[in-house]
């Protein structure tokens, strides 16, 4: 090879390899898009954006609604990961959508509440009360649960987290279950007798766990919340990053602080 030719090289080597090198500059600049649901999830990922940020590592929150889209845009490549589902309604969601998605890491617990504006016991619900509980299966499931463990029905044998109302295989007060979407439950409050209520959507509505529940689920519960990525990006530095910034001591206090008890670290 002459000398014009390996200097030719040489130089194509050289701009190839600055332009790897400026495309990875890049790639870290842009911010790690984060999906929330509105409430103490948005809350809390405002605060790790900053612990994260100390850390070199960009995020942008996004809020949500629902709980279908976070996961939607998710798949979508829309986002990089998403903090507001517990393991349960991941795990539908992966067998019902077919999402590549994996747990990253735990973040909080929402013992879910029942709330009612006519009674302040359950066991002074009416012979034939509409009770309102979220119409996803996982957390449906959950609310059946919890009215099962407060002595209100009985579940068949082996229903389990995806219990719904046709595995009720006792119900003496005769309750009449309304199925709606879990952030409509709050305002749907006056139309009903009673309802369970995801604590995030509670205190959206002003409602505080602790002090307007009749009857609030176990903390011990598999009902932890996590972060989601998609399985192709699980081994990425900036998830360990994410994960370290949402699991740090700061973020513990301020959820501490911040929730007074309605809303517990699940790390």
Known sequence: MNINKRKLLQSTLALALAATFSTGLLAQDKPIKV?????????????????????????????????????????????????YQHKPYLDQQVKDRGYKFVSVGYTVNFPIGLYSKKVKNLKDLKEGARFGIPNDPTNGGRVLLVLQDQGLIKLKPGAGLKATPLDVVENPKKLKFIELDAAQLPRSLDDLDASAINTNYALSAGLNPAKDAIAQESAKSPYVNLLAVREADQSK???????????????????????????????
């Not at 530095?237 to 001591?249: C, G, I, R, T």
């Open 35 to 83: 999906g929330v649901t509105a409430g103490p999830h948005a809350q809390i990922f405002e605060q790790v954006k900053k612990v994260a940020e100390r850390d070199g590592l960009k995020i942008q929150v996004i809020e949500f609604s629902d709980y279908v889209q976070p996961n939607a845009a998710l798949a979508a490549g829309d986002l990089d990961a998403n903090s």
């Open 237 to 267: 530095p900036w998830v360990a990053k994410l994960v370290k910034a949402y699991q740090s001591d700061e973020i513990r206090k301020y959820i501490q602080t911040e929730f007074k008890g309605a809303v517990l670290a699940g790390f």
